[in-house]
């Protein structure tokens, strides 16, 4: 009982004396900052939603616009229309007092009027697309009404500085293809895989659907397509991501890795809080909108919509739907050690903790020679597990008591971070440790990350660090802005000896552990287990780090760097496969109001001949470079198209998710939608935050990250273009195919790359070029 008494901030009791009144101050004043801190934030919202409902005009520009109405009236001049005589006839009385009111009203609907034309012309600017199509080859002229728009935009979004939703309500709608332009797109796209006989069908098939029920079909997206700001975005999420039923574990969770070339600290503790403290602060940016959107060529805005749910957020299993859940406000983190679950404070006395407070509270957790209770080490198993499956458990032993106060605490915290007892490893000449670096990251055992949480920070033994993020809420750019703002701050964290820089001002609140009874779930927790370890067991990964060249011998071929990469995957399948098969590249289509991903496809008709002829010894080296310069041309031109909202599979997705609404079957649909991506790829962004100074620091970026293989005989390839000669490529696959092999796949990659680059070496010493020209046409 004096354990309960103790847990209880405030009680009273009636006795003959009178009121008898207990009441606990810390926990009170706990209770009273947490109150202010969220009202703070109320107002921050209130202010931020007036701000960005008016941009890019200024707010403050209101009262210039008073100043000016009310000089106007009192001089005997006439505001415009009249407006300010107009507003006086209906007011009580033509008082001074109710003469400025006048003045006041007409000021503010006039000014109003001019926030509104600027933020709709900004909308009608941001629907043209023609710059993106612009020719960035040497010598080629910007088109004239690409130069106007240019300079219009670049006035208005430069106008104001934005917060990090100020262009929302200026951003497009995501456009709908007609089922014409899909239907052709989409059988070109597949003539390389297709036999004469099977392309035919296909023609056959997609004719029969574009004339029959897909005109039906399209008309209900139109009508979506109108009511929604974006037609795609919430049946993505609900469809691929929510209703999915396998584990989260390597079928949709990514990894991101540390700055590898950097060693900050050895010191556990000292890494983990910093990088808390940092995550914290860009926390702290997106709740206060003073993060800044990105832009792309420092004028064209991205959408910000998926930052709202970066933090606070964790996915919860359903029986037939999971559903995201993001919660407006926390006040700690939950730290798993050991096997061992702690809730730990981030406020304390009013304000954020800081590193060497953070610090403080994690050497207490390491310190703790606590042991884990009865299924607690392996209890993040179930987040591994079928979701179905989790989703009964869940409801079956974590529905109420302590378990349900428990498992909200995870559910609820700002993110999870796991203090690993071993270290991640790095060595050039040892390529199996950054191999296991990128396992420990992407699966760890199965039960030492929290895979339903938004993201789970793992920092190793040695000072390393990494995380293990969950899909559904947003895309792997956001987790790499997120990634790269805390590389920008890193550097400066620590002191000589390796701890966080700065002495505590008072002694922070311990972290406390977390209380289970899972004595009634045993059994589920050890199915679990034994799932999760036969999933990873079944899952190989290879990361190679590519030194001998990067971006900037591609931009000397005057290639689009994506587009290299590309056509050596492609060459590099068909050496390991010894045919070309359906390869996804998601490209993003944030420059439309909520936009994520949509669907290249590398492998096209020119894409195939290209490979071909590089296994034909009787094609020239002449003709080689020809057709890969028109490959990348073509997949350039498809990667455009996909960003301008003219992509096929999203479109085709939100077709066949309609039928299935109607109970309509298409077998066109049913077809194209059940071929597996043997290849699917993706190419990890770096530079979204000018805080990343490569110049300066050039080791401070990550190797990247990965994702374990879509198909169950495909690879999974992640890579990033580090630097100017420097590319990591994060390989997958499943050991239970015989017909994929990690290694082997490295090694393709690695000879496709040296055989074009030879290639472009002959071609460059059998037509010389002065080196001016060679680098004015240098392609981004």
Same mark, same amino acid.
């Given at each position: ?8 901030? *405030?009680? %009273? ?60 009236? *009192? ?13 006086? /006839? ?129 008309? &209900? ?39 590898? %070339? ?161 270290? *991640? ?31 789970? /920070? ?19 750019? /956001? ?26 001002? *008072? ?92 669907? /290249? ?113 495909? &690879? ?11 590319? %990591? ?52």
């Amino acid at each position: 009982m004096a354990e309960a008494h103790a847990a209880v901030a *405030f009680s %009273f009791a009636i006795t003959h004396e009178g009121f008898d009144i207990n009441y606990d101050h810390e926990v009170l004043n706990l209770v009273w900052n947490s109150g202010v801190r969220s009202w703070k934030k109320r107002l921050a919202r209130a202010r931020n939603g007036v701000r960005n409902g008016v941009y890019p005009a200024h707010i403050q520009s209101l009262w210039l616009i008073s100043a000016i109405a009310l000089g106007l009236h *009192f001089t005997g001049y006439q505001a415009p229309f009249n407006l300010t005589n107009r507003l006086l /006839v209906h007011l009580p009385s033509n008082t001074i007092n109710w003469q400025v009111t006048a003045c006041f009203l007409a000021a503010l609907v006039i000014w109003l009027s001019i926030c509104f034309t600027m933020r709709y012309t900004l909308k009608l600017l941001l629907m043209y697309k023609g710059w993106m199509y612009e020719s960035r080859a040497p010598g080629s002229r910007v088109s004239l009404p690409t130069m106007l728009w240019v300079a219009v935009v670049r006035v208005l979004s430069s106008w104001n500085k934005p917060g990090l939703y100020s262009f929302q309500g200026s951003l497009p709608r995501l456009p709908l293809p007609s089922v014409s332009d899909t239907m052709t797109r989409y059988l070109r796209s597949v003539r390389p895989l297709l036999d004469d006989d099977n392309y035919t069908r296909m023609e056959r098939l997609a004719k029969e659907f574009e004339q029959s029920i897909g005109k039906k079909l399209q008309w &209900y997206l139109i009508l979506k397509s109108w009511w929604s700001t974006n037609y795609v975005s919430d049946w993505w999420e609900e469809y691929v991501y929510l209703r999915g039923r396998s584990p989260l574990c390597v079928n949709s969770n990514f990894y991101g890795t540390d700055a590898i %070339f950097m060693n900050l600290t050895n010191k556990q503790a000292a890494r983990a809080a910093n990088v808390v403290s940092l995550l914290l602060n860009f926390r702290r940016l997106i709740e206060h909108q003073e993060l800044q959107p990105i832009m792309v060529q420092g004028m064209i805005p991205l959408c910000s919509w998926q930052y709202e749910r970066t933090f606070n957020t964790a996915r919860v299993p359903g029986l037939e739907t999971d559903r995201i859940v993001h919660y407006k406000d926390s006040n700690h983190i939950v730290v798993l050690h050991k096997g061992c679950y702690y809730k730990m404070l981030i406020y304390h006395k009013g304000r954020m903790l800081r590193p060497c407070e953070l610090q403080v509270q994690i050497e207490e957790i390491l310190k703790a020679n606590a042991t884990p209770l009865d299924g607690e080490e392996h209890l993040a198993a179930l987040t591994a597990w079928n979701r179905s499956k989790w989703a009964e458990a869940r409801n079956t032993f974590f529905s109420r008591g302590v378990n349900h106060v428990s498992l909200r605490t995870i559910e609820s915290a700002a993110f999870v971070l796991s203090l690993d007892d071993e270290p *991640f490893e790095f060595d050039l000449a040892r390529p199996e440790l950054l191999d296991n670096f990128g396992k420990k990251l992407l699966h760890g055992n199965g039960y030492n990350r929290w895979f339903d949480k938004c993201f789970t /920070v793992c920092v190793a033994n040695n000072g390393r660090v990494g995380f293990n993020a969950e899909h559904t809420w947003a895309d792997a750019p /956001v987790l790499g802005h997120l990634w790269e703002y805390i590389f920008g701050d890193d550097i400066y964290g620590y002191d000589e000896s390796g701890d966080t820089k700065g002495t505590p001002e *008072f002694q922070p609140p311990m972290p406390t552990r977390l209380s289970w009874d899972l004595t009634p779930c045993l059994s589920k927790i050890d199915e679990a287990t034994m799932d999760v370890t036969k999933l990873i067991n079944e899952v190989n990964l290879r990361i190679l780090v590519h030194q001998e060249y990067g971006k900037g011998f591609m931009k000397k071929c005057r290639i689009s760097p994506d587009a290299y990469i590309q056509m050596a995957l492609q060459l590099a399948y068909y050496r390991d496969a010894g045919r070309f098969s359906l390869t996804y590249e998601a490209s993003m289509t944030r420059l439309f109001r909520e936009g994520r991903t949509e669907t /290249v496809r590398p492998c096209t008709i020119e894409s195939a001949a290209w490979v071909k002829a590089m296994q034909n010894q009787s094609t020239t080296n002449d003709e080689r470079v020809k057709m890969l310069q028109a490959a990348c041309d073509r997949h350039q031109l498809g990667y455009q198209d996909a960003m301008c909202g003219r992509g096929i599979d999203r479109h085709l997705f939100c077709l066949y998710v309609v039928s299935k609404y109607l109970e309509v079957d298409s077998p066109f649909l049913n077809e194209v939608l059940s071929e597996p991506w043997r290849l699917s790829t993706s190419q990890t962004p770096h530079g979204q935050t000018p805080k990343m100074d490569l110049k300066k620091h050039p080791n401070c970026i990550s190797a990247g990250g990965g994702f374990g293989p879509v198909a169950d005989d495909g &690879y999974g390839v992640s890579y990033i273009i580090a630097g100017e000669n420097l590319i %990591f490529f994060h390989i997958s696959a499943k050991t239970t195919c015989q017909q994929t092999d990690v290694q082997r796949f490295s090694e393709n990659i690695s000879q496709a790359l040296a055989d074009i680059r030879s290639m472009f070496e002959q071609h460059m010493k059998d037509h010389p070029k002065p080196a001016k020209s060679i680098t004015n046409g240098a392609s981004t």
